[in-house]
């Protein structure tokens, strides 16, 4: 079975500009997440999703960050512009509520890199 | 103060020691609680849940007390793939919300 699959996995780009992330979780989980992820710290959740529904959006920023999910599947994440304390790993997640467990399966992770 | 707490480390130990990590956490409502791993530069991964009446699986063993609102994990007969930092993790609410604490960096040494 496939994991989470997150595209790219590394991004540079200059303050100021935009940048987007892609996720697609595993397959029949309807439930996905964002997490941002310092260095040296741990992951903190930026939004969760119930199918295409943000039930969850707290911790986003909405200046400047957005998020999409629109056929409860693949989910994009948006930074427009980006600025220098954004260099992070955004990590995407999912889970099934189908079964008892309710673990969290990560991706693998996109690096950004604001200079 | 953060809502899972943990000592960054790193835990520095040669091969065959016996390890233990501890996290605190703030939230009383607090329903469920887990160990993650993370690899250097990898994604985390689910190690353990943890219950009320203490689990192991096979080398580790993880206890909570929910009075104290502390939890830990002990690593048996350390071995050098167990290097990797240790995610404190509780879930509270319904929803499935995950807070993270900041890792425990261990280091096992030949």
């Known amino acids: 079975e496939a994991g989470v699959v997150q595209s790219p996995r590394y991004k540079i780009i200059e303050k100021k500009q935009p940048v987007a992330f892609w996720c697609n979780p595993i397959?029949?989980?309807?439930?996905l997440y964002w997490y941002r992820q310092n260095l040296g710290q741990g992951p903190e959740l930026l939004i969760r999703y119930e199918n295409e529904e943000a039930v969850d959006d707290s911790q986003l920023p909405k200046d400047r960050f957005s998020a999409e999910r629109l056929k409860g599947v693949d989910s994009t994440l948006k930074i427009q512009p980006a600025e220098l304390g954004d260099s992070a790993v955004y990590l995407c997640?999912?889970?099934?509520?189908?079964?008892?467990?309710?673990?969290?399966?990560f991706g693998p992770g996109t690096r950004l890199t604001v200079t | 103060r953060k809502e899972v707490e943990q000592d960054p480390g790193p835990f520095n130990v040669p091969e065959g020691a016996t390890v233990a990590f501890n996290c605190t956490y703030s939230n009383s409502a607090s329903q469920s609680f887990f160990w993650y791993r993370q690899d250097c530069r990898k994604e985390p991964k689910l190690l353990m849940s943890?219950?009320?009446s203490g689990n192991e699986d096979g080398r580790f063993t993880a206890q909570l007390n929910r009075a104290s609102q502390y939890i830990s994990l002990l690593i048996r007969d350390s071995k050098l793939s167990d290097s990797a930092t240790y995610l404190c993790?509780?879930?509270?609410?319904?929803?499935?919300?995950?807070?993270f604490g900041g890792g425990t960096r261990l280091m096992v040494k030949p």
């Open positions: 997640a999912s889970s099934s509520q189908g079964g008892v467990s309710y673990e969290q399966y």
């Open positions: 397959s029949g989980h309807n439930t």
């Open positions: 993790v509780v879930k509270r609410g319904a929803g499935n919300m995950l807070t």
């Open positions: 943890v219950y009320s």
